[in-house]
């Protein structure tokens, strides 16, 4: 991926921009994300907080991750775009819902989490996968 991108809601309510190369990039299949995403999975590119600046005003829901701290869900309040999910128990790290990138074509997951509750019918060979979060 490239070392800059830009990305957004579907309403253009809440803009961003992202300087540095991800620190990852992939799908969860935790059962959250799918219900965020609406879909069997969410598409995602992890960086640091300080590499991301928005513009807008996204919304915050606060949801609990396995560890049980809190993880901040944001959306955009206008068309409910889901943006972000910052994780309490990774301080400093923003993860990105990368169908919100204006330009995906370079995106690829590199790894896939939450497999423990993946659709069976969802068939990504090649990706290495992890049962929850690693660590």
Do not use: E, F
């Given at each position: 991926m490239s070392d800059t991108r830009t990305g957004g809601c579907l309403c253009g309510a809440?803009?961003?921009?992202?300087?540095?190369?991800?620190?990852?990039?992939?799908?969860?299949?935790?059962?959250?994300?799918?219900?965020?995403?609406?879909?069997?999975?969410?598409?995602?590119?992890?960086?640091?907080?300080?590499?991301?600046?928005?513009s807008g005003e996204p919304k915050t829901y606060i949801d609990q991750g396995d560890s049980g701290a809190a993880v901040h869900r944001q959306f955009c309040a206008t068309c409910g775009s889901p943006l972000f999910s910052l994780p309490e128990a990774m301080p400093g790290m923003v993860f990105i819902k990368a169908g919100t990138l204006d330009d995906t074509a370079d995106f690829a997951p590199t790894a896939q989490y939450y497999l423990k509750s993946k659709q069976a019918w969802v068939d990504l060979p090649g990706i290495p996968g992890f049962e929850a979060l690693p660590g």
């Open positions: 809440v803009r961003y921009t992202v300087n540095g190369a991800p620190l990852m990039s992939g799908v969860c299949h935790c059962k959250n994300c799918q219900r965020q995403a609406g879909s069997a999975w969410s598409m995602l590119i992890g960086v640091m907080t300080d590499a991301l600046s928005i």
